[in-house]
């Protein structure tokens, strides 16, 4: 029996899986539960067809509903939802059902030599992915809901939505949880209000109290709605402040997660690298860099890397590419903008590249480009960073 390529189009509750010999020709074809008794009786099977001979296991997603079979499987190669879309277009038929994208997924397994191996990560890098994925939502729901909270009192009370920055201000909710309206502040007044303030640990209280007696002092008319709308602000911005709770409490548990890992110490040693950015990159390269390869596989997996944009006789033009891992390159991007600005030698080489022409944008991506050589380095090389020039001859960002 020759050697076999097994593509599986993962789901949520169920799998389809597919399995070709060299040829290309199909010897197992089925839908399988995503369950851990079918999916061993499965990969069982799969093993025997193939009589000690080699199997290449390849799949569509990298986790979520994936994760039993991956954990099960052998060695896992893995194909992008976005690549088997467009490879469908180049087999038989415009049809698309689950057993062609498994067949396409196989057969693109069997011909090409570039796609990834799935690694079994680290429970850190797990517990990382987790928990910085849960911190995207949570300020994703905070942005949401300061949003909403603004465009509610501007339909009634425009003086005091312009009073405050209600993404910074603490104290501007914790008033809003008591006052909501120009009424009310006119009637507690401002003595009262900053004591008010003061008992919920607000600082400031008394500028505070100003400006929101200032706002109501310039609105005497009451708005239809502005009883239930007051309500609703009030809902908002206890929600607001109870996100922010939350986020805090995942912040301390990325960065008590983070500092176990074996190389936090290194990432954190390099200018703009705090524990949350340095948490992001274990999460999103599964703390395991030798399965990357190379630093300019890195660049190129974080969008950092230039590809070219030649045709006929014209040549030499780059062009930033499309296809990258938005997470990873906001990684390197915004650890570059905070060392630009608090490092000295990262604020030098930003200066150079602005004094070259660049634009800030490109400026920063030049020194991200720069930095993720340097902290591969130094993971690599089990190091912490220091301005001084290494021995190797990298020049330090």
Not at 381 to 386: G, L
């Amino acid at each position: 029996m020759p050697q076999l390529w097994a593509g599986t189009d993962a789901g949520k509750s169920e799998h389809h899986c597919t399995v070709i010999d060299a040829e290309g020709e199909r010897t197992l074809s089925r839908r399988v539960a995503n369950d851990e008794t079918t999916l061993l009786e499965l990969i069982g099977e799969i093993l025997d067809l193939s009589e000690g001979e080699p199997v290449t296991w390849a799949i569509d997603l990298n986790a979520g509903g994936a994760a039993l079979l991956i954990a099960h499987g052998q060695k896992v190669l893995y194909i992008p939802g976005r690549t088997v879309h467009h490879a469908s277009g180049s087999y038989r038929g415009d049809g698309k059902t689950d057993a062609k994208d498994a067949y396409v997924i196989a057969d693109q397994a069997r011909m090409r030599r570039d796609l990834h191996p799935l690694q079994e990560q680290d429970e850190i890098a797990v517990d990382l992915r987790i928990l910085t994925a849960r911190r995207y939502d949570l300020t994703a729901d905070r942005t949401r809901a300061i949003n909403r909270l603004r465009a509610q009192i501007l339909e009634y009370f425009p003086a005091l939505e312009r009073a405050f920055n209600y993404s910074t201000s603490k104290a501007a909710l914790v008033l809003l949880t008591g006052y909501q309206t120009p009424a009310a502040l006119r009637r507690i007044g401002q003595s009262r209000l900053a004591g008010w303030l003061s008992n919920r640990k607000v600082r400031n209280a008394q500028a505070v109290a100003a400006t929101a007696l200032e706002a109501a002092q310039a609105q005497h008319t009451v708005i239809p709605g502005e009883r239930t709308a007051a309500a609703m602000v009030r809902t908002l911005a206890a929600g607001v402040t109870a996100l922010d709770e939350e986020i805090a409490r995942t912040d301390a548990l990325i960065e008590e997660r983070f500092r176990e890992h074996e190389h936090a110490v290194a990432i954190t040693s390099m200018p703009g690298m705090g524990s949350l950015l340095g948490a992001e990159f274990i999460a999103c390269t599964g703390g395991n860099l030798d399965a990357i390869g190379s630093s300019g596989r890195l660049a190129g997996i974080a969008g950092l890397a230039p590809v070219p944009k030649d045709s006929g006789r014209i040549s030499g033009n780059m062009r930033r590419p499309h296809r990258y891992h938005r997470r990873l390159l906001r990684v390197f991007y915004l650890s570059a903008q905070v060392a630009a600005r608090c490092c000295p030698t990262s604020r030098t080489f930003y200066e150079r590249k602005r004094g070259e022409g660049k634009s800030h944008k490109q400026a920063v991506l030049a020194f991200a480009r720069r930095r993720l050589d340097v902290l591969w380095a130094l993971i690599r090389d089990q190091r912490t960073f220091t301005a001084d020039k290494p021995q190797r001859g990298l020049a330090a960002a």
